[in-house]
């Protein structure tokens, strides 16, 4: 669908590039992940390839043809849930809709979708009524709106509550069921592991790994022991040090570890790709 080759950006504000040379595909149908820590460039990334950004370098093509050849008409089949959700305030999610609908040649059933992200009773609400979920549901509803077949979605379910974030989850799966694309940015692993064909993780401006979610387990897969021990600083305060469950009995400074201090608990962890994120990108995830 996407195919992104030595992509570079530079905001013309900052010195440096924000993106510095990444090359990716999007297969059709495919549920693509772009990761990495905050402020490495996952957005800037989705802006260009919604067509928001067009001074960068390199070239992407969208069905095998230059996107800088597109014009409006690009945007009919394409459905967009940006981070930070704009909505008309004044107006009610019902006119919100109406609004953005006519901008559109293709219509999807928004009362449906209403009904679906629980919204319905409250379409004739302001929405500068709704609180940060309410205005998240309604963005997600605003992507679907055309019927796109092409999903770009940053941090979807960012600020909704458990059941909230089901049904948005169920949603994305349905689409990509019903043969649509979706690019997804995300700080949660488990949405990743759940939804995700294939993510690729960027560093720095780069793109590090792409690959499976599953594959990215096998690769980085070691197990591990997660020990807690005393420090004894006399305020009982507890650390954690992580080994290697391979050759553990060979492990020196695990062994020191438990023949010198107080141990609290012991436990054999798989890796899950939070771990996965930490090892690739070298950095906390700090949200
Ligand atoms: N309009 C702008 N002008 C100048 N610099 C910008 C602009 N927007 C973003 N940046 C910078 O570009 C970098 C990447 O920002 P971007 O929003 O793409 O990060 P991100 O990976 O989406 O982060 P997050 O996970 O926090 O959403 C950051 O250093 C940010 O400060
Ligand atoms: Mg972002």
């Known amino acids: 669908m ?38 490495v460039g996952k957005s800037t990334t989705q802006k260009v390839l919604i067509k928001l950004l067009d001074q960068y370098s390199g070239e992407v093509t969208y069905k095998e043809q230059n996107l800088k050849s597109y014009g409006k008409d690009f945007y009919q089949e394409v459905g967009v849930g940006f981070e930070m959700p704009v909505h008309f305030s004044k107006l009610t999610a019902e006119e919100n809709l109406t609004f953005f609908k006519k901008l559109y040649k293709s219509n999807a059933d928004t009362d449906e979708l209403l009904m679906r992200v629980g919204l319905y009773e409250d379409r004739n609400k302001q929405v500068s009524e709704f609180s940060k979920g309410m205005k998240g549901r309604l963005n997600f ?10 999903l770009f979605l940053d941090e ?28 997804l940015t995300t700080h949660l692993m488990n949405d990743v592991d759940e939804l995700c064909d294939r993510v690729a993780f960027m560093v720095d401006g780069k793109i590090s790994e792409i690959d499976t979610p599953k594959n990215l387990k096998l690769k980085h897969g070691q197990k591990q022991v997660e020990i807690e021990y005393l420090e004894n600083t006399g305020n009982n305060e507890t650390k954690k040090a992580f080994f290697d469950l391979e050759e553990l009995g060979m492990n020196e400074q695990f062994l020191e570890l438990i023949r010198t201090k107080e141990i609290v608990t012991i436990h054999s962890k798989e890796t899950n790709l939070d771990d996965i994120f930490i090892k690739v990108t070298g950095v906390e995830k700090n949200e």
């Open 141 to 150: 509803v605003r992507a679907l709106l055309n019927n796109p077949k092409m």
């Open 2 to 39: 996407f195919k992104v080759q030595d992509l570079q950006f530079k905001y013309p504000k900052n010195k440096e590039n924000t993106i510095k040379g990444i090359s990716f595909e999007i297969k059709e149908g495919e549920i693509f992940g772009l990761l990495g820590p905050s402020g």
């Open 156 to 183: 979807p379910t960012n600020g909704l509550d458990p059941k909230n974030a089901r049904i948005i989850k169920d949603m994305i799966k349905e689409f990509k069921g019903n043969g649509g694309t979706v690019l």
